[in-house]
């Protein structure tokens, strides 16, 4: 066995698993887009469109979406094996998601403080359940960052290198589940 | 048995009493016997063992473990069937609903599809030439989650909560408002955990078909058994994160106050919606592995190659895919209207053209054939009228206007009696036979097989053929009484009698194994002189039988080699072998998320928070701990 190829042979049978890991996570996120579909508008309760703020919305968004940006400077100090341009590439990722973040906190607040909370409705019940998996989904990919922090000045570069690929692929797939939130969950009741 | 604790009154019934006092009993008796026998750095071995066959043997083990538990369960609803107006111990009411829907969970969650998934862990890597499972440290961890997943629903029953709302767990009757208390909490968590184990399974049997193969060994070379997991696990990766998200709802409603399948806002239909796009692809799931094993079987014990692989193949992708479609046959009875119930009606029958092609392909493969009927053959032979009847039976059923009368009645068991245990459970039985060698490298005992095979295929027609006329006769199911005058008493003796049976016949099982380890006489390689490539290596297998991978150029190659005398040309330059070393971080993972449920069951915040703690911190503990790291290093040095 020639030892030139086992990382990169172990890498490709990662990607390929992780990747079929990321589709089982879209059947997940699917079958809640149906059920916040199936329940949106509710008969009953407040409607969407009067919890949802376009500011808060946009504001998320925006910090949410850039984050990929940012993680594409990371991901150029991989393949050139800088390894100050990934921490930076990094430590701006993580700052842009704890934005998102505390966006997110605080509309789960605004709307617990005004007594809209899972039992109101069927509505709320999809929507904390929804956007609550994708927000403990950043949160764990905000530890998952920390985690790679460590990482880079102890393990081998090329175990590292994977390890951030595959945190990579996690994280632009959160920020595309994040769009098609933006799309089915809050656009048709903002305008 | 009744007393008072903290002023509360509490009342255990006797099974329950009865059930700890022999656990308490047998614990320290098993305890005593491994320690006597020196076995637990054996145990140890397995328990840390990322190998395949390790995980695989592990897997098979513990669902034979759970099928004894729920066979059981079996035996006490036929015991309290057996005659009417019966008041057998204490299995009336609500614990005959405690038996039904622990023996069907258990049944179908915890034997059918963990053992399907050790056979494929056993076999299918040595099938396509590969060294071992893609992922080993996952494959442990998934074997640990189904055995987690497992031990919460298992210990309901000690502490007197058992499920009680069905293996479908219908709503509204699985909502906190109708099953109060925590029985159904752990039914959520049990199949949640173990579900996430099937789920890592699936990734890893397919990633590594996909990408782990001999060279030369495409995929239109490929044996049945692979195939059928590949396709397997493709629909795990579809059904099993639904049921993940309609357990995750159920478990909103029951413990946080939503109300998704209940009252005035909920749609309890919406849950029949979600259980069955899991529900019916997982009686796939379960049925095509057992077909690949069958293929495998027949064809080796009649020297001939499958009879029309192309069309093997083809079938059981278009089972699988139909598989996906046909979910609301379910649901006739709801009321969805008459063209879904036209569309899912003709969608249903449909699987009957891919199911017919492979019974003839298995017939035609026989044909002509020199047969040796050993153990496994046996039990394939067993296998195809047994499943036809089911499939008959099935199309029966798929007739939307006929399913309105036989819709929950003993008709279905028995359809699905037939269907399951024809092709799971006898495929399983089979592939034990069969690959025994591999696991052990012993054999085992052939004439202990044959009866084991008779009494149990005699005593399973005994049971459940009667059951389509109980049916017929009007006997619902999920019921523990019926009258004199209902004219169903002679169908229910026989079929207890005939439940006795199998019963009787698994002992000859038991035996046989008991017996064979005694003698521990291990076998010589290729000991069924077999046609696919794990007979090309010693049984049982070195931990990398593939050190030169072998070159594949035609389907059979090992068979093909043998008779025109030839050696399987071989590679010294392959890819690189997955890397396995022994582990303990599955058992803490499983300890982790064992506390978590419990904190959740019974609804206890700090035990939420600890097992919470544990779970992730497996996480941190894997990512500075990864069996890979010390190989990279190597590699790097050796490439500056
Ligand atoms: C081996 C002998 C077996 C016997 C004697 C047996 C007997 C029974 C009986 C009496 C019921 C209750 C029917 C009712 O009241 O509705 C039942 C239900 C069921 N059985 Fe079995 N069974 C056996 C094996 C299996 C196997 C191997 C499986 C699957 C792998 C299985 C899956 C189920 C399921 C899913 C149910 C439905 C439970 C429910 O209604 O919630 N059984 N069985
Ligand atoms: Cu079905």
Do not use: C
């Not at chain 2, 239909?269 to 027949?298: K, R, T």
């Not at chain 2, 895919?321 to 063209?339: E, I, N, Q």
């Not at chain 2, 006489?521 to 290729?526: I, P």
């Amino acid at each position: 066995m020639s030892s030139k190829t086992t990382s990169q042979d172990l890498f490709h049978d990662k990607k390929t698993g992780f990747f079929i890991y990321l589709f089982v996570e879209a059947i997940m996120f699917s079958t809640l887009f149906a059920t916040y579909i199936i329940y949106t508008p509710p008969q009953v309760g407040p409607h969407p469109s009067e919890l949802f703020e376009l500011k808060t919305t946009i504001l998320a968004s925006i910090f949410l979406l850039s984050s990929s940006g940012t993680l594409l400077i990371a991901e150029k100090g991989l393949n050139d094996r800088n390894m100050k341009l990934i921490m930076a590439g990094i430590g701006l990722t993580f700052l842009l998601g704890a934005a998102f973040m505390y966006f997110e906190l605080d509309e789960f607040r605004k709307f617990i403080m005004e007594g809209h909370v899972i039992s109101t409705n069927n509505f709320l019940s999809s929507y904390y359940v929804l956007v609550g998996l994708h927000a403990s989904h950043v949160t764990f990919g905000l530890g998952w960052m920390i985690v790679l922090f460590i990482q880079g000045k102890v393990l081998p570069f090329n175990l590292f290198k994977e390890k951030h690929k595959i945190f990579n692929y996690y994280w632009h797939f959160v920020d595309i589940i994040w769009v098609i939130i933006l799309l089915v969950v809050y656009a048709p009741y903002l305008m | 048995m009744e007393f008072t604790f903290n002023g509360n009154l509490i009342i255990i019934p006797s099974d329950v009493i009865a059930g700890w006092i022999s656990a308490i009993i047998a614990l320290p008796i098993a305890l005593y016997w491994i320690t006597k026998k020196y076995y637990w750095p054996l145990v140890w071995d397995y328990a840390t063992s990322t190998n395949h066959r390790k995980v695989g043997t592990l897997y098979i083990l513990f669902s034979m473990l759970f099928f004894f538990r729920a066979g059981v369960d079996a035996l006490l609803m036929r015991t309290q069937l057996i005659s009417p107006e019966n008041q057998f111990w204490v299995f009336q009411g609500e614990k005959f609903n405690e038996l039904f829907t622990t023996h069907g969970t258990m049944m179908i969650f915890f034997v059918a599809t963990p053992i399907l998934i050790g056979l494929m862990n056993v076999a299918v890597p040595l099938q396509i030439g590969a060294n071992d499972l893609a992922f080993p440290f996952l494959n442990l961890i998934g074997f640990y989650l189904f055995l987690t997943g497992g031990t919460i629903f298992f210990l309901a029953f000690f502490f007197n909560a058992a499920p009680n709302m069905g293996w479908t767990a219908y709503a509204p009757l699985s909502t906190d408002s109708f099953t109060v208390g925590p029985n159904n909490n752990f039914y959520i968590f049990g199949l949640q955990v173990s579900g996430l184990g099937t789920i890592f399974a699936a990734i890893n049997m397919m990633a590594t078909i996909i990408r782990l193969r001999a060279p030369g060994l495409k995929l239109t070379r490929m044996p049945l058994f692979p195939w059928a997991t590949l396709i397997t696990s493709f629909l795990i990766l579809i059904a099993f994160p639904v049921l993940a998200i309609a357990l995750l709802l159920l478990q909103f409603d029951r413990l946080y106050g939503a109300t998704f399948f209940l009252g005035e806002l909920g749609h309890p239909v919406y849950w029949q919606h979600l259980f069955w796009i899991f529900g019916h692809p997982e009686v796939y799931i379960i049925a095509l592995p057992a077909f690949g094993i069958f293929s495998d079987i027949i064809s080796n014990f009649s020297r001939k190659n499958v009879f029309g692989y192309t069309s093997m193949v083809a079938a059981l992708a278009l089972i699988g895919l139909l598989g996906l479609m046909v979910w609301a046959h379910h649901m006739f009875t709801v009321g969805l209207g008459p063209f879904s119930d036209t569309f899912f009606a003709v969608a249903s029958m449909l699987i009957a053209i891919p199911t017919g092609i492979k019974v003839f392909n298995w017939l035609f493969t026989m044909r002509r054939g020199v047969i040796s009927i050993k153990a496994p053959m046996l039990f394939a032979l067993g296998f195809i009228p047994t499943f036809v009847m089911g499939g008959v039976t099935g199309v029966m059923l798929s007739s939307a206007a006929a399913d309105m009368q036989f819709h929950d009645s003993y008709f279905v068991v028995a359809h699905f009696h037939y269907v399951i245990v024809g092709s799971t459970i006898l495929a399983s039985f089979a592939a034990i036979y069969y690959w025994y060698p591999i696991m052990t490298g012993m054999k085992l005992d052939d004439k202990l097989g044959k009866w084991h095979f008779w009494l149990f295929l005699i005593g399973f027609h005994m049971t459940f053929f009667l059951q389509h006329l109980a049916g017929l006769n009007g006997m619902p199911r999920r019921v523990y009484d019926y009258t004199y005058d209902d004219g169903i008493w002679a169908y229910n003796f026989i079929s207890s009698i005939g439940a006795y049976l199998m019963g009787f016949s698994m002992l000859f099982f038991l035996w046989n194994i008991v017996k064979t380890h005694r003698k521990n006489k291990q076998v010589e390689n290729d000991p069924w002189n077999g046609r696919t490539l794990e007979w090309s290596i010693p049984s049982p297998p070195p931990e990398h039988p593939f050190e030169k991978m072998p070159i594949i150029e035609r389907r059979d190659m090992f068979w093909w080699a043998k008779i025109n005398n030839k050696q399987i040309p071989t590679t010294e330059n392959h890819r690189a072998t997955p890397i396995s070393t022994p582990t303990i971080q599955p058992m803490f993972l499983s300890a982790g998320l064992f506390i978590l449920s419990f904190g959740f069951i019974y609804g206890w915040l700090w035990m939420q928070i600890l097992g919470g703690i544990m779970s992730l911190g497996t996480f941190i503990i894997r990512a500075f701990n990864d069996e890979r790291k010390s190989v990279y290093e190597k590699e790097e040095r050796e490439n500056e």
